[in-house]
């Protein structure tokens, strides 16, 4: 197979964000904004992105430095964007959005904010539920503390949903690329062999039981979130930046893309913080987009891609001037 020249590959990130303001920072494959989603998202065309991998700020109860809406407007707030979503997926693509649950104030009792928007994105929006996801990190702290460590009265929180959404009820999608290696037990099975039968459940497994490449994962995904000592954090910690206080690990957007998007297709995360998402499309050669409010997460962002080949964007007079070169507001011509 012939491989893709890189100044190819550059080429065509610049022609699907063309309708869009310069960014902050381009890489071989994608590159990161500066500014709100609801501002870039109308300048991106319809139907040109296979997958919008996410997190949005939680509706916690607390407020965070990123800016999280609070439960009250929560829903209203992440609802407004849900048009603009569905109009620039591709026929076949996916919307994965990672929501943590949360707590009502003053009691032990649960938010339903996150069932909220998944019920109004199927019933008022259009989107299809194509399956629901559940994110399990060993690594949580035991929140809240009044009622985890005080009280005693409730368990340590440590799964988040993710939401698998499509515009179909058949997206784009192939387990076969997210195979896990098959347990030691299941390595025996295979190699006695297996008499075909019913089971007790009523399942019957069949003469076609073989072995394949490897082991169908779960849609509960066990990855822990405390990378410490990781080059992210320490180049942030070099630079005197501040680190982005709520980032999932790579592998998350990893397994997601993988799944659910082939070889240079368009990914976008519209609240991308420190461009976890960016990073993993990058490392598995997917065109991506970023979006991000803070100009210090931004920076920090930059160093998930220093050993891939960082582009800073071109200046041209205007800018050098310190006036800023004016784009009007048309969309890009993704050409994918």
């Known amino acids: 197979m012939k491989k893709r020249s890189q100044p190819r590959v550059q080429e065509l990130a610049r022609e699907y964000s063309a309708g869009l303001p310069e960014p902050l920072f381009r890489t071989v494959m994608g590159a990161a904004w500066l500014g709100k989603a609801e501002d870039l998202l109308p300048r991106i065309p319809d139907e040109s992105v296979n997958l919008i991998f996410t997190s949005p700020p939680y509706a916690l109860h607390f407020k965070k430095e990123y800016g999280n809406a609070d439960q009250h407007r929560y829903v209203e707030w992440l609802l407004g964007y849900a048009r603009h979503l569905r109009r620039l997926l591709r026929e076949d693509g996916s919307l994965v959005i990672n929501i943590g649950g949360s707590w009502q104030p003053g009691n032990p009792v649960r938010s339903l904010c996150h069932f909220e928007i998944l019920l109004e994105l199927v019933r008022q929006h259009g989107?299809?539920?194509?399956?629901?996801?559940?994110?399990y990190n060993p690594a949580k702290l035991p929140a809240p503390?009044?009622?985890?460590?005080?009280?005693?009265?409730?368990?340590?929180?440590?799964?988040?949903?993710?939401?698998?959404?499509s515009k179909t009820p058949r997206p784009k999608a192939d387990n076969r690329r997210i195979l896990a290696p098959y347990s030691a037990?299941?390595?025996?099975?295979?190699?006695?062999?297996?008499?075909?039968?019913?089971?007790?459940?009523?399942?019957?497994?069949t003469h076609k039981f073989t072995e394949q490449e490897g082991s169908i994962p779960p849609n509960l995904l066990t990855l822990g979130n405390n990378d410490s000592n990781g080059y992210y954090?320490?180049?942030?910690?070099?630079?005197?930046?501040?680190?982005?206080?709520?980032?999932?690990?790579?592998?998350?957007?990893?397994?997601?893309?993988?799944?659910?998007?082939?070889d240079n297709d368009v990914v976008l995360d519209?609240?991308?913080?420190s461009c976890t998402t960016g990073q993993a499309a990058e490392r598995l050669r997917r065109r991506w987009l970023c979006f991000e409010t803070r100009s210090a997460y931004l920076e920090g962002a930059k160093f998930r891609f220093e050993t891939g080949g960082l582009?800073?964007?071109?200046?041209?007079n205007s800018q050098a001037n310190g006036t800023e070169r004016r784009r009007g507001p048309r969309q890009a011509e993704l050409r994918l």
């Not at 989107?127 to 994110?135: N, P, R």
């Not at 206080?245 to 990893?254: S, W």
């Open 127 to 135: 989107f299809h539920l194509a399956q629901e996801f559940y994110w």
């Open 145 to 165: 503390a009044e009622w985890v460590t005080v009280r005693r009265i409730r368990v340590k929180d440590a799964v988040e949903c993710l939401w698998w959404m």
């Open 185 to 205: 037990d299941m390595k025996r099975l295979l190699k006695r062999g297996y008499r075909a039968k019913e089971r007790p459940s009523g399942h019957r497994i």
């Open 233 to 262: 954090l320490r180049r942030c910690s070099e630079a005197g930046l501040k680190p982005h206080p709520a980032r999932f690990p790579v592998q998350l957007p990893e397994h997601f893309i993988k799944f659910l998007t082939d």
């Open 270 to 273: 519209p609240f991308a913080g």
């Open 311 to 316: 582009h800073e964007p071109v200046t041209d």
